[in-house]
């Protein structure tokens, strides 16, 4: 127990979980009764119960990587439909700094997916106006401190990009940075060169998805690293098979990209026994690497603590797992005051 509390008690930054991916059932279910709405889970019939949510959103029934992305994209998206009032934007970040409050993070930069709300007509103000109530909070009587990214979706047109990210310069007090998700099947970085460039000359920090088990996801990486931005972006999200190319590696090192690395999330594509490797050989080059959730409420309940402690297991040593977490600060947005505060 004593090396599992020196983990969990290591001041923490975490830089790569979506607010939306942090909605577990406990919550979704409590807004979804405030909102007179029917719950579902993917394609599932109606729920009865936060019971049945909970078993839906936990059982692993095996399918193949083409299943398991779709049947993830399609449960996490119908999952935003509860998020109606600013209510219920508060409660959904408050839960999020509660939680991770409790494992010593001081400081996140956060996803936010806008489109997935724009599109069912929720205003900005109420999103926004939500989050930054429970930022405030947070900092206040959490001590977690936080900003924000938007994420744009890939999968949808680069136009409806670009109309969101004009329509979030009205908060740009809360954004630190510009970030690209959802499937990337067929959905190359540099679709989203002209949006990316723009917000780099506006002043905020830039990075990009490069997932496990895509196609193309060496080429995918190498233009986030080198092109994104005009001369490559600040961080590249996951990006794990960087490992596999020198090449690719000198590049994130000569440039001193931050690497957001997620290890649960891949156990759904890749075995346990690929993923430390791959790490390592990342972290002994040199490579700023972080560790974090990605969506915990998705991925069997596996919050920034739990990610950093399977690293344990790939044979990282306490010492080694502070490094990750040092990292962290070093990459994160934060500015040098912030720095100060949170370590
Ligand atoms: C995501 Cl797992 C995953 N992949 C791509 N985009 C995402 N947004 C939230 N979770
Ligand atoms: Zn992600």
Redesign the pocket.
Known sequence: AARDDFVRDIPKVELHV?I??TLTPELRWKLAQRNGLKVKFGKSPELHSMEELRYAMNSAEPKTEDEEREF?FES?YGAFDTLKSKQDYFDLAMNYFEHVATMNVRYCEI?F?PQGHTSRGIAWDVMMGGFKEAQIKAQSELNVRSSWIM?LLRDLSTEDAMDHYKAALLYRDMIVGIGL????YNRPPLLFQEVFTLARRDGFRITM?C?VGQDNTHEHIRQVASEIGEYGADRIDHGLNAADKPELMDLILKRDIGMTICPW?YMRYQTYAELGPKMRLLFDAGIRITVNS??PAFMDDAWILHNLLLTKHFGFTDKEIAMLARNAVTVSWATQSTKEKIL
């Open positions: 979506h939306e991916g993830f996490y996803f997916d994420c998700d959802s499937n990337e998805h997932d999330a990605d969506d």
